[in-house]
């Protein structure tokens, strides 16, 4: 739990303090477990506590651990700490603070306490720009294009469904290079083990060029 403690560590912040918002009641783990792996639906500050939404429940926590369960280095941590959990030898640990409740973490914890931190999105934005075809895919709807700006070659999922009933119509005819002016989504992350992805749809087909002269616009 070294990242915790590194992130809590200050001159305010003692041992005792940093040890409770770890394992002590509405601590780190206590919301962990109550969060089942999944995501709170609100978090919402209310005076020193941390009321936090799951659907139709709500639970009030310690506002230290609100800010460690954001913490992709803190969720790397818990992963080691209950990673003896679950095999033959070991099926619970439990740690015991003064004048706490003991936190008992049992093999049945392990799911929730190990699940990843939900991609962190960076950008989503919206652009348009050409795109030259690469791979149609008539049975799908994922194709691949270059961006003749940059070189680079991406797959992107078609969300324009007139422009898709067109190409099943047959209204539509390709080659490859064939160049595609698009309302194009561009969405990067962050995932849990820190590389960085991005996504491409395609809102609409404004045109398609078979050569350097725009050849139709689509309105619709």
């Known amino acids: ?20 918002t770890l394992f002590g009641g509405g601590g780190l783990f206590d919301l962990l477990k ?13 005076g020193d506590s941390l009321v936090v939404e799951v659907g139709d429940e709500s639970r009030e926590f310690q506002i230290g651990a609100g ?10 941590s818990v992963r080691k700490f209950v990673a003896p959990l679950g095999g033959s030898a070991i099926s619970t640990l439990s740690v015991v603070l003064p004048d706490t409740e003991p936190l008992v973490i049992a093999s049945d914890d392990r799911q929730a306490l190990t699940a990843p931190l939900q991609d962190e999105t960076i950008t989503d934005t919206v652009v348009e720009m ?16 270059r961006n003749p700006s940059t ?17 099943d119509r047959r209204q539509e005819s390709f ?8 309302a194009v989504r561009v969405r990067q992350w962050e ?26 616009r689509f309105d619709s």
């Open 1 to 20: 739990i070294a990242a915790a403690i590194a992130f809590l560590a200050s001159d305010s912040a003692n041992a005792a303090v940093v040890l409770k």
């Open 34 to 46: 109550f969060l089942k792996g999944g995501k709170a639906t609100g978090m919402t500050q209310i």
């Open 67 to 76: 800010k460690l369960v954001m913490k992709r280095s803190v969720r790397k």
């Open 130 to 145: 050409w795109l030259n075809v690469r791979t149609i895919r008539f049975d799908g709807t994922r194709w691949e294009f």
């Open 151 to 167: 070189a680079q070659v991406i797959r992107a999922t078609i969300l324009d469904e007139p422009f898709l009933d067109r190409v």
């Open 175 to 182: 080659a490859q290079g064939d160049a595609m002016f698009c």
């Open 191 to 216: 995932t849990d083990d820190g590389k960085i992805e991005e996504d491409y749809s395609i809102l609409k087909v404004l045109s398609h060029s078979s050569d350097t002269g725009i050849q139709g």
